[in-house]
């Protein structure tokens, strides 16, 4: 799996799910913080490059500035400057090719009988097309097809009540994945789902409190972690402090496991683990589970290199940076023309030969979706005179897809849902291929195995999934 | 009043009313319906500046596209051609210097429980504050301030009944000018308030019906006039054609009487009339009422001129242009430095010596609003040699606020409000000043002469205003 | 002939020849040189839309901004105050749709052995061909494939004389017209070719020598009008002041006509005469030729409005604006497709009917070019109700090529080079035709006479033109 | 040393010195040149993010297009589809904050005697000041203030001899670096200096001949390494194929070896080593120099990666990666504001506690020129924990500038050049710091350890450079 912006380019690769989103918000009386949110942001750029943006309150009223692009690219100093506040909330989302994009950039603010209003989304409502209908029976009329409007509007519905009280009812009776934050005139508030499929974690800068994907985002702005939030809190904070309450009792846990396989950056730490630790160990235990008598050990950059090198420590073979990867292309760059098809993946990915040469390589990966990529890079790796190449996932086949906020391709996409490992291998032209049994992911976490969600390599859903007639829309969306 | 994009130089000068919006709408099956709406939209263009948008239906869904900038600046041919469909509706919106002016550019697109809904907007609503409130209290969230938002959810509440039921109990819901495009995924439905305050006119080119505000875009498109939309009608084209009803009976009509003074284009004919000639009538009535002994008449360009000539006519008093009017100021143009200030009105407006030279003047304008450009320009007739200027205006003094879509500046801006014509005449340094009455101006129209709303120099509201508490805030958006 | 941008439209219509560009140069102490430059060329913006460039000195070294687009579009706040210096000189180019412009826009500022020279330039070279030979076989290399380098290097060239004297010498190298500006650490030095082909003139601001292509710009930067720079002359302002030189003695001026009939905006006054007279003159004139009887006289806007005037004034015949212009065309104008082909002209101009039905016609414009546009409005006009239909031309036929800084096309599309004026008439549908006489254009100037190029309508060439081989390449480029 | 854009953040951190260019040129019949060199460019983006350019010939002329920005950024399909032609050049130009830029951008292309002429060169002419004086005398006038100019004057300049021959001569006229891609309608060529300090290399795809900067963008086109260009050599290639001759004989051979320790890419190979065993090779060297007790070896990233896998191979300690590198800083990031200056260097870099905290690590970075950002990094460290910080070096102190083309800061900005080791260690608040022997770096490349330049550690510089009045100058632009 190769990271990166959706370019053309990645159409001929393209074997990436994609993450939804990142958030980041903060309550800061006294500091700069539309700037702070913007360096918060720029932590989470890998979350989500297809649009930008922050809401800032001043106590009175809220400004809103996004639009698409990197956050480098929608903000300069200026529209910086003009932000005025002490609390903020900003947005970053993933990138894509449908038209009216500009329209689901987040954060959205909202008028309502309690005032301004703003929110930012993180994860997939599942029940999203009864809620519809329901507001639709009421009255009610949407710009966008996000579910931020959905959850707005529940919570203006409760009109009567607390806002947090309000935020309650609305939890119960919205489904599926989110990590919200919400920014009023005053107060900056976080909700986890239930099962805590999404992560968010809490972290402090001197008197102020920030709300964040992950805990990189903290790192950046100078701040130290406290806690991640936890599944079904409710976490609310303004001039007077921090308070806490639970909307939900023992449900079980279902953090997201492709956060700690692909998503996150490998500096954060999730719900009790370092990413980085957990991607070594995955490389570890594809080692013990595949023994494999070969020369180097190589990463698909940057996705396979913290398992590779696990993978390298546990079997003994040699590490090495068979693939060098182009960093500079970018949003736009261009795909080659029919004649020179040929160049494919080579143009982010070059071998060096002089480490490939007469090797036999094991190449370690995080993941196979489609599985096009893979078979270009055994190919080119061949072409560089490698000897023999084994394939090594770290992750167990992904047979199903994910209704909670990670955009992997319908099952007719799913290389591993289709077919058997031997044609897959066949199929990339591997010597050999494996992929990290389930088990063997789970072993890493330990007495915590059962506080993940394994649906895309199990089809164990932790939350009700859409029904059958909504869930190409859902998919295609 | 100088026309022209509200640039830094206009707020040198800034002596004009800015008209909301000009809408535009056809059924058009076969039709390239989305470059017929760009062209009616640049034939509108007069009406705002600010932003532009098309709307585009299919039959199954609607395509939005609209962004900030001139008509020729948001749509390209990539764009245009984007654009699928039968059935468009298009919005041009007024200049103006806010933040946040993209949420605020039409036409707006709504999903509801009948599918989606767009709109265009042209009017301002009276009773928005109650509205509001009725519609939070019952759970709305907007994301705007505009009345559009406040309309398709009235709209969008009354699921039950049919669309055009639906519309008729919002319009008794609703108080204010309107004139408005609706387009469903098949339908375009065309509104105009009861008392027919801004405008609307119906037009056909072929089989295709065409909505607009003014006459000229049905021209531009080449399409033939067939009447002008009543007060209070509904009229509903699909593709079994026209139909018609009334929502309200017997009241007054008020067609907003600045459309012929100032916002009009020139060659629209408007409610019975021709903009042309009536303009040209306020000069004859102008000069009835005001005889004066000059060399020469001349008009501020290019709003004064109609009137300037219709002056000349009735005089005898010969028409010249004595002022040249640079038309190349467009959105970013700079304003003087505090060392150059002396510039002033001249980079918009050069005098021409050889036609002034030693003459005395008639100088005739539409309106006066704050009195700032007036006073320059007859300071810059001095400098060139005039030995006397008259300065007639076209139209009777502003005393009081429009509520129904003119931004017209509350009364402290006012200066026909806060001072005596003679004070006026003074601040401005002609010899002369001279406003139409408003019987003149209501004479030139006839038996017809009460079905027009001269609330701005009368103070007679021909519709509920907005409360006292609510009136700043109105004036200030 | 219809003014405005060489957009998709103008491809419809196009019947206008094209100004090379327009000059302003300030030699100004204290002020703020840059923004005047800005408002000069602003001013001069009908001269040339294509491109913007201003160059400023501070006495050491020669900064310079240049770039596609209108001056308001090219300069903003930012880099208007990143000048610093206190004498410049600025550049408006005409519109053409060729690859590779922004290597021709100018100013251009060079490196010499004399240390920074800049320059802008309104003419054409005749013997470009030559000098470029010539230079070749000398070892020059050129970047682009204007004039502006030629002759820059033929100045470089005269290293070893005084910078006064190596222009001198490169004035006599030289053939063609010309009037440039030229900029170096400390010096202003305007040149007028030795016939005053192009247009420039000299005004004074305080302290401040001002040198501009018309007395317009002299009137927005607030400057008075001293006089017009004599066809040879040579003109250096620096600190000591204003000194001149003549380079050549006795040669017949030769002004070109066309900025009398066409280019020049209606306030400048240019070699003696006012613009504005002589295009009322030119219409009278019209009248006297051709007697009509008609209802009303009708300009094309905005090219025939004063030629209009001139013929309603001597022949009695009402003057009516009867053709509204759309002023809001910009660069970016999408054409019609060609299902809606026929909307043609009426996108820029629309027939006010209440003026023009069952009215006798006489429409005046300036020029026809082509002949299609004109077809067009007759066309239009009749659609209108009109009854009779007289086409004015308030120039004599173009039967020849300019060679002097005039965009008019080669003799295959000049339509009157092409047909005897019978046939032009039958073409574009009118009832009458007539083009001012060339002995009628000629009286205008009275004792003068004789100072005008005609060579577009008599073929007589003052100065040397092309040789047949290089006229092809010349007239394309 | 950190990568990266010359952004904001790199003012804090900026210890790069910054390579002048990337060339890629290709005569290729029947192959789609501009796309292929457009990957070629993409593939050497790490030489130049300032700007690029390509130039493409069809046999008649050549079409040039080049804009600041990235390869991606400055080009899209329109623009690349309208390229036609079988040979090209292209060029990225590095990055840096003067002003117009755009006016330096490369390739330029030329109109001489000999017909059109681009050229795209990498290096730095150490004898323009004369050069400039000569030509200035004879007359040239430049546009920039570029070697480019120059170079092709002198060509121009010798235009009765064969293009070949004139080549030669202008070869023997300017002294310094150079790799020079020329291109005329029909020809590439290639030269390079006659010390080989800039690299360049030859390939072939097909029947295609490429020359480039580096191998590795022979690769990104799929084509295959046939050798370096020697140094004093011209290469020929046209439709006949490719010719070659020598230019000068039994100088020494001088490549810049800061190309191995920074620049290159490390999957280049160039003049006879491999880059990535090289860097590697260097830190095993610096093990061997310094041996040191310490738990873990970590690089700075990227630049020190090979060089702390050497250093951790050799000396047995286990290679991490403690800091987390942020690749989404863009051209306009946004540097602290005052009150968060703090943030610092964690913008860029994140450290990676748990690999980090309680151990003694040795930092691996290739090489301190202003000593800032190491300093911040070590800080960072303890912060983060760390017990013992050593700071190895991978290459000498730099204590002279470079007049070949590398931007290394005049003395006074170079660390080394002005405060002793332990100073240095002091003021990075680093336990230890180490920087690799010249003699130890030059013993890596054995038998051939004369063939390098190493004039910036050495103040041994193999061709004459500026003269101490050019020097300053020289090192501004």
Redesign the interface.
Known sequence: MLEGYNNGLDDLQGDQPREECGIFGIHGPG??VA??T??GL??L??RG?ESAGIAVSDGKMI??QKDMG????V???EK?N?FNGHVAIGHVRYSTTG??NRLNAQP??????RGM?ALAHNGNLTNISQL??FL????????S?TDS?II??L?????KESLVEAIKQSMEEIKGAYSILLLNENKLIGIRDPHGIRPMCLGRRGNAYILASES?AL????AEFIRDVEPGEIIIIDDNGLTSCQAFQGRRRAHCVFEYIYFA???S?MDGF?I??VRREMGRQLAREYPVDADIVIPVPDSG?AAARGFAAESGIPFE?GL?K?????????Q??Q??R??GV??KL???R??LDGKRVVIVDDSIVRGTTSGKIVNMLRETGVKGVHFCISSPPVIKPCFYGIDISNEKELIACRKPLREIRQLIGADGLHYLSLEGLLEIFGKKRDNFCTACFSGDYPVEIPQVQDRDKFLLE
Chains 1, 2, 3, 4 share one sequence.
């Open positions: 500091l700069d700037r702070l913007y360096y720029y932590a750029q890998h490059q400004q809103l990197l956050v480098s690219e903000f300069d100093h910086l003009s038209t009216n959205f603010v909202f008028h309502t009988s209003l519809r209908s639709f029976s009421a009255g009610s009329a949407f710009q097809t409007e707005v509007n919570i203006a519905r409760h009109s990189c790192d950046t702005v100078g950056r490998a500096d730490n370092k980085n630790q290199i940076e060098m182009n960093r500079y292309i970018g949003r736009t760059f261009i080659p023309s004649s020179i040929d160049l080579r143009l070059n071998p060096i002089d480490v």
